[in-house]
C-alpha cells in the first residue's frame, strides 16, 4: 500500500543538510534543535491528539506485508535530511511520540512489526533478514539514503546489536535500547530463580515452563508474600537479587529506594520478585526456549557470583542475615549443592547460529542505551557486552548511556533523540569525545523540548553470564 500525505518533492538531496562541515559539528547539532524545537513542542505534547498531529506532518508513506508474514511500513517526509532510522518494531509504531517526533525532524523511517506467531516461532535471524528486505524495498522505492541507523528496544535492541556486528554494509550506526541477548538473559534469570528455588520453593518449577503457566505464577506469589513477612525470607529474597544481578527497583509508579536504606531497598526486591513471577524462571522464557532449554548453571560457583553483586545489595545482605541469624555461607553452600540444571544441545545449537547471538564486535559506532530499573531485561548484560568490547579493541566504536528509569525501554522522546543526535555527531566527526557524559547528554535532551533526559553515570559489576558460541 503507498500513500501520499500532501507532497514529497523529489530533490530531498539538493536540500540543505544538517550535517554540513562548515560549522563545529557539536554546535551544530544543539543549534538544529534549538531551531526545530518551536516546531515540535506544539504536537509533542499532544499525544491525545495522534492523528491531528500526523495530519500536520508532510511525508510519503508505503506500508504492507513480506512473504512470512511480517508487517512493514516506511515513511519519508518532505524535508529528508538524507538519514533513515531502521527499526524492528516500526510498522507497529509509527505514530508513537518518538517516531512523529523523529519525523518532524526529517529523518525518514522503516522497518517491521513483530511477526504474530512470533511467541511460538521466535528467530532473530529471520527479523534480521526482513529488515534488510525493507532497506531493499526503501532504496528501491525512495533512493539510498546518506546513512542508516538501526535503533530499536528489547528484542529490537538485540536485532540493532546484530545488525552492528553483523551488516556493516547496511547500517552506519546502532542505538540499541534495553537489548536482552537470549542465552545470556537467560541465564541471568537462572540464577536470582535458582536460589529462590533452593532456598524458598524446592519443588517449584522455574524452567520448562508450560505455555499457560497461571497456576505457576499464584504459587511463587504465595511464596513470595509468605517469604516477606519474615527475617529468614526477606534475606533470601536479597540473596537471589545479588547473585542474579537483578535490579531492586522496576516500577515507575514507586520512589526509587536509598541503596543504602537496607528495608527501602529489600522492599523494592519483594516487589520486584512479585511482578517477576508473572512469569517464573524469567521474562519471555517460554519464548526463547522453543527450541529446548536454554539456560545451565552447570559448574557455577554461586560464591564467585555473589561476590561479583553490586555492592549495596551485597551491604544489605550481609546486614539482613545477620538480623535473621542466618549463616550466608552456609545458605550459599544449600545452594551450590542443589540438583543443576544442564542446556538441551539443541537449543544451544540453534542459538550458535549467526544472527542469534552477540559476540562484542561492532563494526560501526554503537551507543547502547538502558534503564536501571529495567526487570525485564537487567542492565547488568550491558557490562559483560563492554568486556568483550574492550578485549577486541573495539572501545572506540562503543559508548553507553544509561538512563535514571524503572521499567522496559521507558526512554522519554528527548532521551532517544539525545541519543540518535549522538550517534550522528559520532559519525559527523569520527568522535564520541565527551558527547556521551551524563550532562553533555542531558543538555542535548533539554535543548529539544521533547520531555524530560534522566542520564545519569554508573559504575556497573563484573557480570557473570557472558556466553559466545564455539569458533
Given amino acids: 500500500m503507498v500513500k501520499e500525505n500532501r507532497n514529497l518533492k523529489d530533490d530531498h538531496r539538493t536540500r540543505s543538510k544538517w550535517h554540513s562541515n562548515k560549522l563545529s ?6 543549534l538544529r534543535t534549538w531551531m526545530l524545537a518551536a516546531v515540535i513542542t506544539a504536537f509533542v505534547g499532544v499525544s491525545a491528539s495522534t492523528q491531528e498531529a500526523v495530519a500536520q506532518l508532510v511525508f510519503t508513506e508505503e506500508s504492507g506485508t513480506l512473504a512470512d508474514g511480517t508487517e512493514y ?25 518518538r517516531n512523529l517526533y523523529l519525523l518532524e525532524q526529517g529523518y525518514a523511517q522503516s522497518g517491521t512489526k513483530r511477526h504474530p506467531l512470533r511467541r511460538y516461532q521466535y528467530d532473530p535471524a529471520k527479523e534480521i533478514s526482513n529488515l534488510i528486505t525493507v532497506l ?134 519483594y516487589e520486584t520478585v512479585y511482578y517477576a513471577a508473572g512469569q517464573p524462571g524469567g521474562q519471555s522464557r517460554f519464548m526463547f526456549e522453543v527450541q529446548g532449554q536454554l539456560s545451565w548453571n552447570t559448574g557455577i560457583d554461586y560464591m564467585e557470583f555473589f561476590n561479583n553483586g553490586n555492592e549495596f545489595h551485597k551491604r544489605a545482605v550481609r546486614k539482613l542475615y545477620k538480623e535473621a541469624g542466618l549463616n550466608l555461607r552456609d545458605d550459599i553452600d544449600r545452594i551450590n549443592a542443589f540438583p543443576r540444571i544442564s542446556a538441551d544441545p539443541s537449543a544451544i545449537e540453534f542459538w550458535s547460529e549467526t544472527g542469534r547471538y552477540a559476540v562484542g564486535k561492532p563494526q560501526v559506532p554503537m551507543l547502547r542505551i ?60 569520527g568522535r564520541w569525545e565527551s558527547s556521551t557524559h551524563p550532562k553533555q547528554l542531558n543538555e542535548l535532551a533539554t535543548s ?24
Fill in 25 to 30: 559539528k557539536w554546535c551544530e547539532v544543539i
Fill in 73 to 97: 511500513r516506511m515513511r519519508v517526509p518532505s524535508n529528508w535530511n538524507g538519514t533513515l532510522i531502521n527499526d524492528l518494531d516500526y510498522a507497529g509504531a509509527a505514530n508513537n511520540d
Fill in 136 to 269: 531493499d524495498m526503501f532504496e528501491a522505492r525512495f533512493g539510498k539514503p546518506d546513512r542508516v541507523i538501526q535503533y530499536g528496544h528489547s528484542g529490537g535492541g538485540n536485532i540493532a546489536l546484530a545488525m552492528g556486528e553483523l551488516h556493516p554494509e547496511r547500517v552506519d550506526g546502532v542505538i540499541p535500547g534495553c537489548a536482552h541477548t537470549s542465552v545470556w538473559l537467560t541465564n541471568t534469570y537462572l540464577d536470582g530463580w535458582f536460589v529462590l528455588k533452593a532456598l524458598l520453593a524446592p519443588d517449584l518449577t522455574i524452567v520448562n515452563l508450560p505455555d499457560d503457566h497461571s497456576a505457576l505464577t499464584v504459587a511463587w506469589r504465595e511464596v513470595f508474600s509468605n517469604a516477606q513477612q519474615t527475617p529468614e525470607g526477606r534475606a533470601r529474597i536479597a540473596l537471589a537479587f545479588t547473585i542474579g544481578q537483578w535490579p531492586a527497583w522496576s516500577s515507575a509508579t514507586t520512589l526509587e529506594p536509598d541503596p543504602r536504606d537496607v528495608e527501602a531497598l529489600q522492599h523494592s526486591m
Fill in 370 to 429: 538502558h534503564t536501571i530499573g529495567d526487570i525485564l531485561v537487567p542492565h547488568s548484560l550491558i557490562q559483560g557486552y563492554e568486556d568483550a568490547v574492550r578485549s577486541n579493541g573495539l572501545n572506540d566504536l562503543y559508548r553507553r548511556a544509561i538512563v535514571d528509569s524503572a521499567g522496559h525501554c521507558n526512554f522519554s522522546v528527548a532521551e532517544s533523540a539525545a541519543a540518535i543526535e549522538t550517534l550522528m555527531y559520532r559519525l559527523d566527526t
Fill in 448 to 471: 529539544l523540548n521533547a520531555g524530560p533526559a534522566r542520564f545519569i553515570p554508573l559504575a556497573l559489576d563484573k557480570y557473570n553470564r557472558s556466553w559466545f558460541p564455539e569458533e
